[in-house]
Nanobody
Framework: QVHLVESGGGLVQAGGSLRLSCAAS????????MGWFRQAPGKEREFVAG????????DYAESVKDRFTISRDNAKNMVYLQLNSLKPEDTAVYYC?????????????????WGQGTQVTVSS
């Protein structure tokens, strides 16, 4: 059983929007940070956005700042990524991840739990 499950990916035209969701499928007592990462063909997996499991501190990659928004629901068991003004270069598999330690949101090695990913494809 995976710890995190992403959904909401799909095909969208450039300039369009999507909302990705990440659901925790296990108890969340050990989660301190939630993050979204993405990986395009031929590229390294890269940080997109992060948020505290408790509280509203956030961080974004420069490439998505002012276009994407990470948020957490009131029950603290769902994390979302709102993707606006999408560009073809945003095409990638998007992964939700959870970190049980303190640290920078972009520190990929801190994330111990990963979802299976959801494909986002942006057409021209």
């Amino acid at each position: 059983q995976v710890h995190l499950v992403e959904s909401g990916g799909g095909l969208v035209q450039a300039g369009g929007s999507l909302r990705l969701s990440c659901a925790a499928s296990e108890r969340t007592f050990s989660i301190l940070r939630m993050g979204w990462f993405r990986q395009a063909p031929g590229k390294e997996r890269e940080f997109v956005a992060g948020i505290r499991w408790f509280g509203g501190s956030t961080d974004y990659a420069e490439s998505v700042k002012d276009r994407f928004t990470i948020s957490r629901d009131n029950a603290k068991n769902m994390v979302y990524l709102q993707l606006n003004s999408l560009k073809p270069e945003d095409t990638a598999v998007y992964y939700c991840a959870a970190a049980p330690t303190h640290g920078a949101y972009y520190s990929i090695n801190d994330y111990a739990y990963w979802g299976q990913g959801t494909q986002v494809t942006v057409s021209s």
